[in-house]
């Protein structure tokens, strides 16, 4: 735990928030006269705990940690946190999340496109003292690729990875992958941890890393973090980050409005129109690059028949979908990949006309009313809202909509048994093209659940997974998104945008469209 | 979520004969002397007049609702009570006014379910534990206890999942929870009534066990058990409402109460109304179901020996 | 004695089974679950294994049983740490909670309850029981957010949740135990009101209390001694039943103050389809649950000498 906070060094932040006495009115509760007030605020504590001082940033994040193992798990809250203590050979760029050196300085790719060499970088030690080199690289990707864990499938086109000599680490593939740094540096999932440290801590609960943070602690309530002095990219501004869990975004919100946290990300997207016009609070917004969609299962009648599909995604109001589930923090696409990305497509046949959707369900010789079952999870809430607007909008059409919301849990099993008409969710973090169309819609592919398969399709994503031209492979994929848009394998509805609020005068932190929190250069007011 | 609803105390023999003379054990609950009891509790008489009211309002909704449950119209969205929505519109544009009384359906068919499912098999349970005693009633027990034992949010939250959600199932699962505490209720009273004189009368001329039980036994046990109902019908409509916080109650688009303040609860700040109107609506309800059911245990249960329904948790 | 205390055995025994058998009875696959979206087939193979998930499920119940016996309750599948080591984390606010939420809502019911026993149907009555009732009539986590907005938003009293040890931050502490104390302990205040209201009105009528009264002793006497005493012995029970449930954990008020208390490690475990510290968590709410009513018939003995079983 960080040190409880000393309240000299740091004025107390009273907030006195004007927009609140509609809340009171409705909770009948006390007298809004007693607002405020000049010493009243909290000791904000700094979640209490032990030394840090006044200059520990703390972040009220929405879930705990499942384990801080980078290898093992697949939680974005561990991430949140392993971002800061981990480095890559490579990482997105903050502004357009290009690939940029990290513990790779340099690479070179072989004419063939099947070796690529890696210079690492000087000068960078463990969080143990120890000092990094091309054995370390070499161990932690056998380490995932031996046994099998989370991310072996980012290695799968990879034939060897060797160090033939301690500033250089050689990957050798089995065939062209023009997005091998996207695989290798899209995440901390792909962390470079220190020969043979599996043997000698308990990644579960500890880690060595190269990155800016070194892991404190991580309990129940909150994980700490203090700087790293010796970071390779200079040491952290702030004297420690205590990542908070608060899952009520209510209290995270008020955590933040009176000052006990500095910064969030646990904001329901209806608070962002009143968080504009507050200053106790700034707010910021960035499209990012995930997606949300509907799948049909191809293997329930009538959801085969690409027209009754095509109706289908007539009759949804996108922007009404997007408006609804996010208050205008989302941007309809019907393609998947973001405005802001090189590999965008203008492609959107897809107009709001209910009466060509009627049009188009007669001529399939669908009888309506028709009932669908639409999957969600209130693991998402967004697709629980998304899905009433969907459901209102194809009574329109004579298609009568059973919503079930299950547990995640419970919704992967039946996704897996292919036990539904259709589902909502979204795809995060998606950097690269492969990585919005690959396993989706090539015929069998790992995450092609509605069994899409089209052989022109499966030709043109093959091309482009080899292709290593850029130009060339967007025009590729661009050709491909039209046909899997066409055909509505998947019936794609938007991005979201990216939320997260800190308080005024907090510097040095950028927010990003893959949703990384990296606090290296943050600076406190 | 779920309540904290009581073990007896272990019936000692002291508490058995302390208590009111057997002979003021009505051989019938006598329903008008029990209504005019009950009148002389403001309390308990505006709360049953209010549940009437609510039941009205449930049974005959689709007539009263000025519009459909689901009517989402996203441009309307978050407007504040008017004449023309009474009680302001929700994140969807759906009219809360209409939701508040449709929803009314919802969540006391829910709250009438469980209760059902608890009474019935829980009654029965101790009826037959209670009247035929020992490794019946040993048996039986245990398996109450087990029950029991087990944290009710994650019993409830069990039956959710392998069953699947929906307003059906989270009634089984409410109801299922509760099964033990009537039980319980249920065997004790029967204990009480099991050695009066008219039973081992009707006993000792032969009659069988079906009549004894069905003649004498049940209705002379039914008062506590009345109350626990009463009680535990707040419960269910409570643990309702929790169970939609976690994610796990009614369905969406349906308008339970329940799921109406848990989803109003992420507008508190900017749109009041969502999560207060169907918050006094279960308010309301719980609080007479409580009210009535407290009177009632006055009334027909002065040496009480019903569980206590805590709320949810 | 001997006889509970076997009884519990076979109840502890019975709800081993039925937890294992309906954790497993769960739909949904807690490696499938651990593993999110992107994964491939081998890599599922593999931590299948890992996990002993593969053998069959009779075996996987006796060596799960086994090992508890011996306090080894497992390793969670979710973050790779002993269940016991999760369990023991968390122990410290579950207890610090749930002993708060007593003293407040016997704070709230002894006086309460008294006060409407000893003028039974009066106005003060009335009032007690309408009050009571209304504590018991509120959604828990409806009350919980209002509490926040209002003395950690709007007023800034209070910081909105989370929890700090006793032992690094005393006033830190308490600030923050405040609230939940104040939601839990109401809601187990209203329904032990009820009982003490019975139990002081039950206990005024009982003989060797009118006897009391007729020899003569002072009112005050007879009341602290006679009538409080006999009233004990139903607040026992009924404060050890609601302490046995706030040890199990107060989900839905754990959530909305960040509490990180039991109910949260195990409605985590439920979403996580994460078995062994899904078993581990309830076993040991059970364990509680039979352990607090067996003390609770040891303090019926000893506080009324007359029930010798």
């Given amino acids: 735990m960080v040190g409880r906070q000393d309240d000299v060094s740091r004025p107390p932040e009273v907030t006195v928030r004007a927009s609140r006495p509609l809340a009171l009115a409705a909770a009948g509760a006390l007298a809004l006269t007693a607002c405020g007030g000049g010493g009243e605020s909290v000791d904000t504590g700094g979640g209490g705990g032990g030394g840090g001082g006044g200059n520990t940033l703390v972040a009220a994040v929405s879930a705990q940690p499942d384990q801080l193992d980078p290898h093992k798990t697949s939680a974005y809250p561990s991430f949140q946190v392993l971002e800061n203590v981990y480095d890559t050979l490579v990482v997105p760029n903050a502004e357009d999340l290009t690939m940029e050196p990290s513990l790779a300085e340099d690479w070179e790719t072989s004419e063939d496109g099947l070796t690529w060499t890696f210079t690492l970088r000087d000068g960078v030690t463990f969080h143990d003292g120890s000092e990094f080199d091309s054995a370390d690289v070499v161990y932690s990707y056998n380490r995932i690729i031996d046994e099998e864990l989370q991310n072996a499938y980012r290695f799968a086109n990879v034939a060897s990875v060797e160090a033939p000599d301690p500033r250089t680490v050689v990957i050798t593939l089995s065939q062209p992958t023009p997005n091998l740094l996207e695989r290798i540096g899209a995440f901390k999932g792909m962390a470079i941890l220190p020969e043979g440290a599996a043997d000698q801590v308990d990644l579960t609960t500890e880690a060595v890393g190269t990155g800016p943070f070194t892991l404190e602690s991580s309990d129940a309530t909150s994980t700490v973090l203090a700087p790293y002095e010796d970071h390779w990219g200079g040491a952290p501004n702030v004297e420690g980050v205590e990542f908070r869990y608060i899952t009520e975004p209510a209290a995270a919100l008020t955590a933040l409005q009176n000052g006990e946290v500095q910064w969030t990300d646990n904001i329901p997207p209806q608070q962002i129109e009143s968080l504009e016009g507050d200053d106790a609070v700034e707010l910021a917004t960035t499209p990012s690059v995930d997606y949300w969609y509907m799948s049909m299962n191809y293997a329930r009648p009538p959801f085969d028949n690409r027209d009754v599909r095509r109706a289908i995604s007539f009759a949804v109001d996108r922007a009404a979908v997007a408006e609804a589930a996010w208050f205008g923090a989302a941007q309809p696409n019907q393609t998947a990949i973001p405005e802001d990305s090189f590999f965008y497509n203008d492609y959107a046949p897809f107009e709001h006309d209910p009466d060509q959707a009627t049009q188009l369900l007669e001529q399939a010789g669908v009888s309506t009313p028709l009932t669908m079952g639409l999957m969600v999870t209130d693991e998402f809430p967004e697709t629980v809202t998304a899905a009433q607007v969907i459901a209102g909008q194809l009574e329109e059409v004579g298609i009568t909509v059973n919503i079930e919301t299950l547990d995640f849990a419970t919704w992967l099993d039946r996704q897996g048994q292919g036990d539904y008409d259709a589902f909502l969710l979204g795809w995060l973090g998606n950097l690269d093209p492969a990585a919005y169309y690959q396993e989706q819609h090539v015929t069998g592919g790992a995450n092609n659940y509605q069994k899409y398969s089209n052989p022109e399709v499966d030709r043109l994503l093959q091309q482009g997974a080899a292709e290593t031209d850029e130009d060339a492979r967007k025009e590729i994929y661009d050709q491909a998104a039209q046909l899997i848009v066409d055909d509505v394998s998947y019936l794609y509805l938007y991005n979201p945008d990216v939320v997260q609020a800190w308080v005024p005068g907090l510097s040095g932190y950028q927010i990003r469209a893959d949703k990384a929190i990296n606090f290296e250069d943050v600076e406190l007011p | 979520m779920t309540g904290q609803p009581l073990p007896e105390p272990a019936p000692s023999p002291t508490a058995t004969d302390a208590g009111i003379p057997s002979t003021q054990r009505a051989a019938r609950p006598r329903w008008r002397e029990t209504l005019g009891l009950l009148a002389r509790n403001p309390a308990a008489a505006v709360s049953g007049a209010l549940l009437l009211l609510i039941v009205l309002v449930a049974v005959f909704d689709e007539a009263l609702a000025p519009t459909g449950p689901n009517e989402i119209s996203v441009e309307d969205r978050l407007q504040p009570p008017s004449l023309e929505h009474p009680f302001g519109t929700d994140d969807l544009g759906r009219d809360i006014f209409s939701r508040v009384i449709l929803g009314a359906a919802v969540s006391l068919r829910v709250g009438f379910l469980a209760v059902a499912v608890a009474l019935v098999i829980g009654s029965l349970i101790g009826l037959l534990a209670g009247f035929y005693g020992r490794w019946v009633d040993d048996v039986l027990m245990r398996i109450m206890d087990m029950l029991f034992a087990f944290p009710a949010v994650l019993l409830a939250i069990a039956v959710l999942a392998v069953r699947g959600p929906g307003s059906g199932n989270t009634a089984l699962a409410i109801g299922i929870v509760y099964i033990p505490v009537f039980a319980r209720v249920t065997r004790a009273s029967v204990l009480g009534v099991r050695e009066e004189v008219y039973v081992r009368a009707s006993r000792s001329v032969g009659a069988s066990d079906l009549r004894l039980l069905t003649r004498h036994v049940l209705p002379n046990a039914a008062p506590p058990i009345i109350v626990q109902t009463s009680i535990s019908l707040a419960f269910a409509v409570l643990a309702e409402a929790a169970l939609s916080f976690l994610g796990l109650g009614t369905q969406p688009p349906n308008p339970s109460w329940g799921l109406m303040l848990a989803e109003g609860r992420g507008f508190i700040d900017i749109a009041w109304w969502l999560a207060f109107f169907p918050g006094m609506a279960i308010f309301l309800t719980v609080l007479c179901f409580n009210l009535l059911g407290d009177g009632l245990r006055d009334v027909l249960d002065p040496r009480q020996r019903t569980l206590m329904a805590g709320g949810a948790r | ?27 949904g696959d807690p490696i499938r679950l651990a593993l999110g979206t992107r994964f491939s087939q081998e890599t599922y193979d593999a931590l299948r294994e890992r996990s002993g998930l593969d053998q069959p499920l009779v075996e996987q119940f006796f060596s799960w049983a086994g090992a508890a016996l011996t306090g080894d309750l497992g390793v969670s599948f979710r973050s790779g740490e002993t269940v016991t080591s999760l369990i023991a984390e968390r122990l410290p606010a579950t207890l610090t909670l749930a002993f708060a939420s007593i003293l407040v809502a016997l704070l709230i019911a002894v006086p309460l309850g008294t006060l409407s ?17 209304i504590g018991i009539s509120v959604p828990e986590f409806w009350m919980a957010i209002v509490l926040i907005l209002v003395f950690a938003g709007t007023l800034g009293w209070l910081p909105s949740g989370g929890y700090v040890p006793l032992t690094e931050d005393p006033l830190g502490w308490a600030q923050r135990l405040l609230m939940p104390a104040l939601v839990t302990g109401v809601v187990s205040g209203s329904v032990i009101t ?21 020899k003569g002793l002072p009112t005050r006497q007879v009341f602290t001694w006679h009538v409080l005493r006999n009233a004990l012995l139903p607040l026992v029970t009924v404060t050890g039943v609601q302490l046995a449930y706030l040890l199990s954990g107060v989900v839905v008020v754990e959530i909305v103050f960040a509490w990180p208390g039991l109910g949260q490690l195990a409605l985590q475990a439920v979403q996580a389809r994460d078995y062994p510290v899904l078993q581990g968590a309830i076993l040991l709410f059970a364990v509680v649950f039979l352990v607090i009513n067996l003390v609770v018939d040891l303090l019926y003995t000893a506080i009324d000498p007359r029930i010798r079983r």
């Fill in chain 3, 194 to 214: 009820r009982f003490v209201r019975s139990s002081v009105l039950e206990a005024l009528g009982a003989d060797h209390v009118r006897t009391a009264q007729a």
């Fill in chain 3, 1 to 27: 004695m001997l006889r509970r205390t076997g009884q519990s055995v076979v109840v502890l025994a019975g709800v081993s089974v039925i937890v294992f058998a309906l954790v497993h009875l769960v739909p």
């Fill in chain 3, 117 to 133: 026993a000893l003028r039974p149907r009066s106005l003060v009555d009335r009032g007690a029981t309408v009050l009571s009732q």
